[in-house]
């Protein structure tokens, strides 16, 4: 018993472009009407009329055939082509008029959700709601000048996909589309998704044409969140990969000045730092970019200035793991103050209830890479005792202890405001004439340079003391302002009386002073630099607590 199995190809045609659209006639082709369909006259003159059956009589089967030739040939010799010109073949114009299929595709495409686009679909619509919309970029390439922007959209099953808009379509959608409303969007192209540009959970993006429509709902659709969260808490961080996207929710600690920065393409922007902390234990820095460091920066400032911790939700921060892990703000990047749901409430209460007092561990600037989180406590007579800093990797540790010492000829030195990427070049630069500054590795010249700390300042507890180097934050949390406003007192202003009370101010606080220890080479010399990585003033409550659980310990190892 055998059994036989076909396999066969199929291949679906998703799409038909006109290649040629006339060419040459195949042949000499006529319409069938050409063909007069009326009776012709035999060749002797009979006419051709009925088949005449007679009753009673049989007629054998070779003259039935022999019938048949004859009738065959005659019309065959009656139908000889006329020998004429044929004008070139027209097919007859398509009628659709009232056909069934057509107008089929004429009603409205059906709503799907966003989750079930696919680029195999011919006809589609979605309802969503717009909840970022990003700026309109300006580009140069190969092709020539262009401008771009896109927007994210959610819908009521909590699908997500980022739409783009290229040239005459950013004429047409940008101005109409508004952070916020729902809209009805119908005839795109769905494309892969650009991963390094496009942090959606969602492998395809949407590209508007010319053909698309962009419909308005003025009816408000409950059903559709105003924004959707997936956060991540500030220990996760630790252990996320470098340039990941997340949102995070924290309490705001603290908010630096906006300061003004200069990109790498000669454009200023505003840069302000802040702190954010939650029940996890830690903490981190949230660095603002641009017009976020104005209108919500200035906001959250206002609010820690008077007494007061905002909570802080961040919607898509990129994570950076330069010296630690911070998180920074992109073009995508929304700041909801003291958001009203779950999270928050949750949040709010907690800190409320004592998290205020309860010690955070930083995880910006201060993370022992690939080495345990835990903060390893020493003295200052142990940095020496126990050889810190020999081995191959750096070691960090934490020291409580004051700073006694301050050098004032060289606190800071003039750097390169430029940015490069999300970071600012910080390269010492040289003056170029009278007016202007020039960076060697920038290869570019500007008006104004930044000022950052290079603090040399001698640090002592109760065991010893030692010198330490102290950079840009560091410095600014160890002397209470920016290096400018220093360099300007000194230089500038010359006010020797406030410059002095400056650093005075500055001298003799206890600090928890977070400490990266590696031996260097300077000259032909080892040398163990000990840097500053964070100073953090002594917090008596949650220090307190710190030793009561010290000496618990101690008590359990004895018993």
């Not at 003799?508 to 990585?533: R, S």
């Not at 030793?547 to 018993?559: F, G």
Request: proline share 5%; charged share 25%.
């Amino acid at each position: 018993m055998f059994c036989l199995v076909l396999l066969c190809r199929i291949i679906v045609v998703l799409n038909l472009e006109t290649i040629i659209p006339d060419c040459e006639i195949i042949g000499n082709p006529r319409p069938l009407m050409e063909f007069d369909s009326a009776p012709k006259p035999l060749l002797n003159g009979d006419s051709m009329g009925p088949p005449r059956t007679v009753i009673g009589s049989s007629v054998p089967m070779n003259a039935g055939s022999r019938v048949q030739n004859v009738r065959s040939n005659v019309v065959q010799q009656s139908y000889q082509p006329r020998p004429t010109v044929q004008p070139p073949y027209q097919p007859p114009a398509p009628n659709y008029k009232n056909h069934g299929a057509i107008v089929k595709n004429e009603a409205p495409a059906r709503i799907i959700p966003i989750a079930a686009l696919n680029p195999y679909q011919g006809r589609w619509a979605i309802k969503a709601r717009v909840t970022a919309k990003g700026d309109l970029r300006r580009y140069n390439n190969a092709r020539g000048d262009g401008k771009v922007f896109s927007f994210d959209l959610l819908d009521s099953d909590g699908g997500e996909i980022r739409v783009t808009c290229f040239n005459a379509v950013v004429d047409r959608f940008y101005d109409s589309i508004e952070v916020g409303k729902v809209y009805l969007i119908s005839k795109g192209s769905l494309k892969p998704a650009q991963k390094n540009f496009n942090h959606l959970k969602n492998e395809w993006e949407i590209f508007l044409e010319t053909t698309s429509t962009v419909e308005i709902c003025p009816d408000e659709d409950s059903s559709i969140p105003k924004q959707q969260f997936s956060f991540s808490r500030i220990i996760e961080i630790e252990n996320t990969e470098n340039n990941s996207v997340l949102d995070i929710i924290g309490v705001v600690t603290s908010v630096n000045p906006s300061v003004p920065i200069l990109r790498k393409n000669g454009m200023e922007t505003q840069r302000r730092v802040l702190n954010l902390k939650d029940q996890s234990g830690r903490s981190v820095e949230l660095t603002l970019w641009g017009e976020l460091c104005n209108k919500e920066g200035r906001e959250l400032q206002d609010m820690v200035d008077s007494g007061f911790s905002p909570v802080l939700a961040v919607k898509a921060g990129k994570v950076n793991d330069f010296s630690g892990k911070s998180v920074g703000t992109i073009s995508a990047s929304q700041l909801f103050i003291n958001p009203e749901f779950p999270e928050a409430y949750s949040l709010r209460q907690w800190f409320d209830s004592g998290g205020k007092d309860t010690a955070s561990q930083s995880i910006s600037r201060d993370i022992m890479p690939g080495g345990q989180r835990n903060e390893i406590r020493k003295t200052v007579s142990q940095i020496k005792e126990e050889g810190l800093g020999r081995a191959d990797k750096p070691d960090w540790v934490t020291v409580k202890a004051y700073v006694s010492f301050i050098k004032t000829d060289t606190f800071c030195y003039t750097a390169c405001p430029l940015m490069i990427g999300d970071r600012q070049c910080s390269k010492k630069v040289i003056k170029s004439g009278d007016t202007r500054w020039q960076c060697e590795r920038c290869n570019q010249e500007f008006e104004e340079c930044d000022y950052r700390y290079l603090i040399q300042a001698q640090v002592q507890d109760h065991t010893g003391l030692t010198w330490v180097t102290a950079f840009q934050e560091t410095g600014e949390e160890i002397m209470g302002c920016s290096a400018k406003q220093l360099y300007s007192l000194k230089n500038d202003e010359q006010d020797d009386g406030r410059f002095e009370e400056v650093i005075r101010q500055s001298l003799f606080n206890q600090y928890l002073l977070k400490l990266k220890i590696k031996e260097e080479m300077y000259g032909d010399e080892q040398k163990v630099k000990i840097t500053v990585v964070k100073a953090e003033k002594v917090d008596p409550s949650s220090e307190g607590r710190y030793l009561l659980d010290l000496i618990s310990n101690v008590s359990q190892r004895r018993l």
